[in-house]
């Protein structure tokens, strides 16, 4: 079972007469949604609005296979975040987020110890930056270090990030809590304060940085462009994987179906569970670039359709 921890809200997506259709979504939620597409056991720890939205996101992700077993009840209102797409498909979100049930997580809500099935965590997006609960989310993620493996995705919202420096701070004290950090190119360069032409040098430098605090894998991804991995130990010889090209329809949630191929990967690889991190660590560049090539694939089958959720994914199982 790998446990996805964070946000179920209500997407607003623009569409070309002007009007807005709602679809489930928040990273996590899609992150879920896409390892039940690809027949891995997950299960959405997150709080749920009583109200109509949330009993649409409830049957959402139970009706996609994903596990509600550790979906907590909330009476706050359900988050809803508004995205207009550009001509390429790309997504710029506004978030109505005041007083909404992601964020209000009490200690006594989450498990711990994690279930004995569970293998993995992965976690990361706004449930890990919006107070009060990303704290108590923090702490308890701390906890669970050892026990499974920690995949960890900043997806940074700069709406409601902050500034840059803070949001840096809090993200770099978090990819100390992972074993494994996937970010996106765009995160890493606003984190970092640039807003120039693409710069792989950056990039590079960011990924070793955040080795050094923990992580044993930090892969960045880069849209339709070769997605970095650099692993400890051999930060020198860092390796880049190009995706397929594809048509994009809608980038929502790519990034998020990237995440659930990769730990689908992952675990194919047997680098996950007890001992996870080590068998992680010991991963070839042949196998990781199987592994990435993978999550090229499953973001690729979400960005060919309308909305996060990939839809029926029969893929081959990877041969390593």
């Not at 077993?69 to 005041?98: H, K, N, S």
């Not at 700069?158 to 765009?186: C, I, M, N, T, Y």
Request: hydrophobic share 45%; proline share 6%.
């Amino acid at each position: 079972m790998i446990t996805v921890v964070g946000e179920a809200l209500i997407d607003l997506i623009s569409a070309e007469s002007g009007t807005y259709r709602s679809a489930p979504g928040g990273a996590p939620a899609n992150t879920a949604v896409a390892l039940a597409r690809l027949g891995v056991e997950s299960s959405l720890l997150a709080r749920i609005s009583t109200d109509r939205f949330g009993r649409q996101l409830r049957a959402y992700v139970g009706s996609r296979g994903v596990s509600t077993r550790d979906l907590v009840t909330a009476e706050q209102p359900t988050t809803l975040a508004i995205a207009a797409l550009d001509e390429t498909g790309r997504a710029d979100y506004d978030f109505y987020v005041r007083g909404t049930a992601d964020w209000q997580w009490r200690p006594e809500e989450l498990p711990d110890p994690l279930a004995d099935d569970v293998v993995a965590l992965h976690v990361g997006s706004l449930a890990m930056a919006m107070p009060p609960g990303a704290a108590v989310l923090e702490e308890w993620v701390a906890r669970q270090r050892g026990r499974v493996v920690v995949s960890y995705d900043p997806n940074i919202r700069p709406a409601l990030a902050g500034s840059p420096a803070a949001a840096r701070e809090r993200v770099e004290r978090q990819v100390a809590l992972a074993d494994l950090v996937k970010v996106s190119d765009e995160d890493v360069y606003w984190l970092f304060g640039h807003d120039g032409a693409a710069d792989p040098a950056l990039l590079l430098e960011a990924a070793r940085s955040w080795l050094r605090r923990g992580p044993v894998l930090v892969a960045v991804t880069c849209g339709g462009e070769q997605t970095l991995v650099v692993v400890r130990g051999r930060e020198d010889r860092p390796l880049s994987v190009a995706p397929e090209p594809v048509e994009v329809v809608d980038s929502v949630g790519a990034g998020d179906a990237f995440c659930a191929g990769l730990l689908d990967a992952l675990g194919q690889a047997g680098a996950l569970g007890a001992g996870g991190r080590e068998r992680l660590a010991a991963l070839t560049d042949a196998q990781l670039a199987v592994c990435v090539a993978h999550a090229h694939r499953v973001a690729a089958h979400t960005c060919r359709r309308v909305g996060a959720d990939p839809g029926e994914l029969d893929l081959a199982p990877l041969e390593f």
